[in-house]
């Protein structure tokens, strides 16, 4: 759907401008008056950048700055003390703020009456909704200033994981940490939980003093450990930027302004396999403008971190499953460092927006290794995301209305249910199709610019299909047409037309695959001796969904996969294993399963597994021990899944 010019006006109204308003947002203002089709639009455009998964109303009263002032309690699981949040209030009729909580428990509200005093105010606490939590409703007559919230979380709270020693590597100490995206934020603090908000903070952090503290702001590596903490954030994030952890963590320089920390028997292993990360800074900086965080450091955890990686601002969150000791999986680190540009700087307005997040971030990612490592692996890399794509496309695991780059609202799902690989790949494949149909002297300083334009905002898929149109297409007339556009944006599945990553390697990796099935010779070690970690996913990818049990022992003579330290590999090979009956991989399978809780390699494990009663029950026995070392988000997967194989028909419990 086109918009007309007083979309951007009704954006400029409820996302008011941060430091960086746009030259063009601002002459709309002298717009022609409203006819009944653009108010139609706009009242549609609104409807766009509401965000269906929060209560917040940003709209009449929205929160620039936020301090914390927590105790970390190991014991109790609990994070406890005050978030005190500063408001600007836009609606003269405003008396209330409505935020969003999961599971805290609310101690008291209190309103700054100036001088550092404050006043108790009213307040409710809905019923929890399975999918967004509870709506905390304060009463603000006076329309203050500031809010305190003195609360406490739950020792279930959705956003933070609690390890115990046993579960640590240096098996001495504890440790905890956040993961807030999508909208876990709101189960550790009291919040407006919705990316179109944006705040500075501060906090101060009181922890055991063996525990170091860090926070997705300006962690100093040189900080004393003595359990008293303080960071400020002066840049102003979205909510789902907010993060902590604590433990026994150390700290090793990359560069000047990046390094890594760690458990401390793991700090160096990362700092070597990470010690590209300044390289990847000055070419993405050279790409797309100066980088803007101050520091870039990474927060290597133990392998129960559920996702590969989480791009909080200054300290990147990672697995350390891609520590595989020879850099073959450093483009995490490409991925979450791109989001400093796509997603941190500009960010999704709400989660149905979020390929503007992956989309983008997944196209800078593979602009970063094809720069550093050369354009063979970028291939290798596109060529393996656009053939998982494919699969889950045609094995219906992706509903055709969510096989499209502009998603309805996601209203009545949970935003962690609903992301795709259509967000990444999808929205990487768009943006390389722009690439190869403008050339790059045209289409990197068009995606510097809409980073730039936009930076420290919020925006729709909209508001980017709007820029698209004025800055790219209009300008270069004739090269893609609406039909093109309205496949990638609008369309399930991917547009015929779209273009095929095809690398070369892969080309001698399908013919070792080949002669094998057709002659049953397995490719001698002289050539796969040089694979890499990509050339072996794509030997697995391309196998049938079966193999004979002598063929499975065989290919597991020849290259051990089972209990491979590649969980890239692993992540293939056992499920393989599992839809062909190779019960010789069972043990270090779950094995793999309770060690690893990192939702990407272990959920087509358990998925495999559920399909026959036997498997299922297995799942169920690996389940029940692993549990306790999963956080609360693969719990939830995995419980999702089993159930639903026990059940099929009825929906998961959440
Ligand atoms: N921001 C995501 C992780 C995320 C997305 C968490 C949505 C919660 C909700 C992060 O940047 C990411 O995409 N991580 C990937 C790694 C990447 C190399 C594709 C992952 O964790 O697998
Ligand atoms: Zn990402």
Same mark, same amino acid.
């Given at each position: 759907?086109?918009? $007309?010019?007083?979309?951007?006006?009704?954006?400029?109204?409820?996302?008011?401008?941060?430091?960086?308003?746009?030259?063009?947002?601002? !002459?709309?203002?002298?717009?022609?008056?409203?006819?009944?089709?653009?108010?139609?639009?706009?009242?549609?455009?609104?409807?766009?950048?509401?965000?269906?998964?929060?209560?917040?109303?940003?709209?009449?009263?929205?929160?620039?700055?936020?301090?914390?002032?927590?105790?970390?309690?190991?014991?109790?699981?609990?994070?406890?003390?005050?978030?005190?949040?500063?408001?600007?209030?836009?609606?003269?009729?405003?008396?209330?703020?409505?935020?969003?909580?999961?599971?805290?428990?609310?101690?008291?509200?209190?309103?700054?009456?100036?001088?550092?005093?404050?006043?108790?105010?009213?307040?409710?606490?809905?019923?929890?909704? $399975?999918?967004?939590?509870?709506?905390?409703?304060?009463?603000?007559?006076?329309?203050?200033?500031?809010?305190?919230?003195?609360?406490?979380?739950? $020792?279930?709270?959705?956003?933070?994981?609690?390890?115990?020693?046993?579960?640590?590597?240096?098996?001495?100490?504890?440790?905890?940490?956040?993961?807030?995206?999508?909208?876990?934020?709101?189960?550790?603090?009291?919040?407006?939980?919705?990316?179109?908000?944006?705040?500075?903070?501060?906090?101060?952090?009181?922890?055991?003093?063996?525990?170091?503290?860090?926070?997705?702001?300006?962690?100093?590596?040189?900080?004393?450990?003595?359990?008293?903490?303080?960071?400020?954030?002066?840049?102003?994030?979205?909510?789902?930027?907010?993060?902590?952890?604590?433990?026994?963590?150390?700290?090793?320089?990359?560069?000047a302004r990046s390094g890594v920390w760690a458990e401390p028997a793991m700090v160096h292993r990362a700092a070597t396999e990470f010690a590209d990360t300044e390289k990847m800074m000055q070419v993405t900086e050279s790409l797309y403008g100066p980088y803007r965080w101050g520091r870039y450091d990474i927060l290597v955890l133990p392998p129960s971190f559920p996702f590969g990686g989480m791009e909080n601002p200054r300290l990147t969150f990672a697995t350390p499953t891609v520590i595989v000791g020879d850099k073959s999986l450093v483009s995490l680190v490409a991925h979450e460092l791109a989001h400093s540009w796509s997603g941190n700087l500009v960010t999704n307005a709400s989660w149905k927006n979020i390929w503007l997040n992956e989309g983008f971030t997944t196209?800078?990612?593979? !602009?970063?290794?094809?720069?550093?490592?050369?354009?063979?692996?970028?291939?290798?890399?596109r060529q393996i995301d656009q053939e998982e794509l494919a699969r889950e496309i045609a094995s219906g695991e992706i509903a055709p209305a969510d096989q499209v780059l502009a998603l309805p609202p996601l209203t009545g799902r949970d935003p962690d249910d609903a992301l795709s690989d259509i967000a990444y790949t999808k929205g990487a494949w768009f943006l390389r199709f722009l690439e190869q149909r403008f050339g790059r002297a045209a289409f990197d300083p068009f995606l510097r610019g809409w980073f730039d334009s936009h930076a420290f905002r919020s925006a729709t898929t909209d508001e980017f299909v709007d820029y698209l149109r004025q800055h790219l297409l209009a300008t270069n007339p004739n090269q893609v047409t609406a039909g093109e556009l309205d496949a990638w944006l609008h369309q399930p599945g991917i547009p015929a037309f779209a273009e095929r990553a095809r690398s070369r390697n892969f080309g001698i990796v399908d013919a070792a695959r080949i002669a094998w099935g057709a002659e049953g010779k397995l490719p001698p070690a002289a050539i796969t001796g040089a694979w890499s970690t990509q050339e072996w996913t794509h030997f697995l990818d391309g196998m049938t969904p079966t193999l004979a049990s002598d063929q499975m022992s065989a290919l597991d003579n020849a290259y051990h996969f089972t209990g491979t330290a590649n969980a890239e590999i692993a992540q293939r090979w056992y499920p393989l294993a599992v839809r062909s009956g190779y019960h010789a991989a069972d043990v270090a399978m779950a094995d793999f399963m309770q060690r690893v809780g990192r939702r990407k390699l272990i959920m087509p494990i358990y998925e495999a597994l559920a399909k026959t009663p036997e498997g299922l029950q297995f799942a169920d026995d690996v389940f029940a021990k692993a549990r306790a070392g999963y956080h609360p988000i693969t719990t939830a997967s995995v419980a999702a899944t089993l159930a639903k194989a026990r059940n099929p028909g009825t929906p998961p419990t959440p």
């Open positions: 759907m086109r918009l $007309p010019m007083l979309s951007l006006l009704v954006f400029m109204a409820v996302l008011p401008c941060m430091s960086g308003c746009s030259r063009e947002a601002a !002459r709309q203002d002298v717009a022609a008056p409203p006819s009944a089709a653009d108010r139609k639009a706009a009242a549609m455009h609104s409807q766009s950048l509401h965000d269906e998964h929060s209560y917040a109303e940003p709209g009449k009263v929205r929160i620039t700055d936020t301090a914390l002032d927590l105790a970390i309690d190991f014991d109790r699981k609990q994070l406890s003390g005050t978030a005190t949040h500063t408001l600007q209030w836009l609606d003269p009729a405003a008396t209330q703020l409505l935020l969003d909580t999961r599971d805290l428990t609310i101690a008291k509200v209190e309103g700054a009456t100036g001088q550092g005093q404050w006043e108790p105010l009213q307040f409710a606490l809905g019923d929890k909704d $399975p999918i967004l939590g509870a709506k905390l409703d304060i009463q603000m007559p006076r329309r203050n200033q500031a809010v305190r919230i003195t609360y406490t979380t739950s $020792p279930d709270a959705s956003g933070l994981q609690w390890l115990a020693p046993s579960m640590t590597q240096g098996k001495q100490q504890p440790l905890m940490f956040s993961q807030s995206e999508a909208i876990h934020a709101r189960s550790w603090v009291p919040l407006q939980d919705t990316p179109a908000v944006r705040f500075t903070y501060r906090a101060h952090v009181t922890s055991p003093a063996t525990a170091m503290v860090l926070m997705s702001a300006d962690n100093d590596p040189h900080a004393a450990r003595d359990g008293d903490y303080s960071f400020t954030m002066p840049q102003a994030i979205p909510s789902y930027l907010l993060a902590i952890a604590a433990g026994d963590l150390v700290f090793e320089p990359i560069s196209y800078v990612q593979g !602009r970063i290794t094809e720069a550093l490592y050369g354009n063979e692996l970028a291939e290798m890399e």
